[in-house]
């Protein structure tokens, strides 16, 4: 089974990173295309779409850099692994689209105030329809890779891409319209309007960098972890408080105290343990580190205690009580 998961781990690896190098390769020439597309056209929106592609290059760079680094096994300088690292790099990639945001914003007052006309606008329109329909495919194979392997690098830099094709699909709507009314100001217009969403869109990005780098609580991962726990729970655990959990990257950490009767012999205290990480092998296909402090049961748990062969029993079990996560994320 362990050699099974580290070839899986392998695999989830080198997809990500090839698609992070076919991300690379196809941004620059898509970012080569919406310039040749604003040179044709001295359009502001199809330039401030081309502006925020740079930023795209420079973050899947960045990405792909980290994705590298972060697959690297806990060493003795880095105990927990290099996970982490793919939270610098997705607060990296939001900062870097609210940057682009600025640029739009610049260029598209600009067009507002002192309006041109826009030559060869239908050709221009037509590459930056093209090449919006590649950015569209690469982001929904990246941001699906990214699910699929837990990977908060391939997820942030396919929502960048697909704000790129948010963004170019502004633009096109917008230029249409700019087409047919010949109101030129109509494409500053859409520059502003396609930088305000740029900006809503790297805001969550920064936050869940931000969030991921504090070690915040993850109701999602710690709900998963219950819901392990209560199908694998045996009538010998008596009580779990005090559950934590993170993640970095495709590494888990959980820790938790687990409450087993008093009497029971250290060897068969270990052999739940194991038990309990075999467990959360068997479900997370990806490194996860369990750390379980055992407490002796003390006689209020007797009500909540389901061992029926207990000799040290001060009073009747009235039951046991769900293990929901309010209850064993508490002290």
């Known amino acids: 089974m362990p050699g099974l998961k580290e070839t899986q781990r392998q695999r989830t690896f080198r997809s990500g990173k090839r ?6 390769v196809v941004g620059v020439i898509i970012t080569g295309s919406k310039f040749a597309a604003y040179w044709i056209t001295e359009s502001a929106a199809i330039l401030s779409d081309a502006l925020e592609s740079i930023i795209n290059i420079v973050a899947s760079s960045f990405a792909l850099a980290s994705l590298t680094v972060s697959a690297r096994p ?35 007052v600009r067009q507002i105030v002192a309006p041109h006309p826009l030559p060869s606008l239908t050709w221009g329109l037509l ?7 590649a950015n569209l495919a690469l982001g929904v194979t990246l941001l699906r890779m ?10 942030a830099d396919g929502r960048h891409l697909l704000t790129d094709v948010y963004t170019s699909a502004g633009v096109v709507a917008g230029l249409v319209l700019v087409h047919f009314s010949e109101w030129n100001r109509l494409d500053g217009i859409v520059a502003c309007t396609v930088g305000a969403h740029i900006v ?43 559950l934590r959990a993170k993640r970095a990257g495709s590494h888990i950490q959980l820790d938790f105290h687990l409450i087993l009767p008093r009497d029971l012999p250290l060897e068969e205290a270990h052999k739940e343990v194991k038990n309990l990480e075999r467990a959360f092998g068997e ?3 990806e490194q996860v580190d369990v750390l379980i402090h055992l407490d002796p049961c003390a006689d209020p748990d007797c009500s909540e205690c389901a061992n029926g062969t207990c000799n040290i029993r001060q009073q009747e079990s009235v039951g046991t009580r769900p293990w929901r996560k309010e209850r064993l994320i508490s002290e």
């Open 127 to 133: 590459i930056l329809t093209v090449v919006s329909l």
């Open 146 to 155: 990214g699910k699929r392997g837990k990977s908060i690098v391939l997820e």
């Open 283 to 285: 479900h997370f296909s």
């Open 19 to 24: 698609a992070m190098l076919v991300a690379l």
């Open 74 to 108: 806990p060493d003795e300088s880095h105990p927990y692994g290099h996970g982490k690292i793919e939270y610098f790099s997705a607060g990296f990639e939001g900062a870097l689209i609210i940057l682009a945001a600025g640029g739009i914003f610049f260029h598209g």
């Open 200 to 242: 809503l869109s790297g805001l969550p990005l920064v936050r869940g960098a931000f969030g991921g780098l504090m070690d915040e609580s993850d109701p999602v991962l710690l709900e998963e972890i219950c819901s392990v726990l209560r199908k694998h729970r045996q009538d010998l655990w008596i009580d779990i408080h005090r």
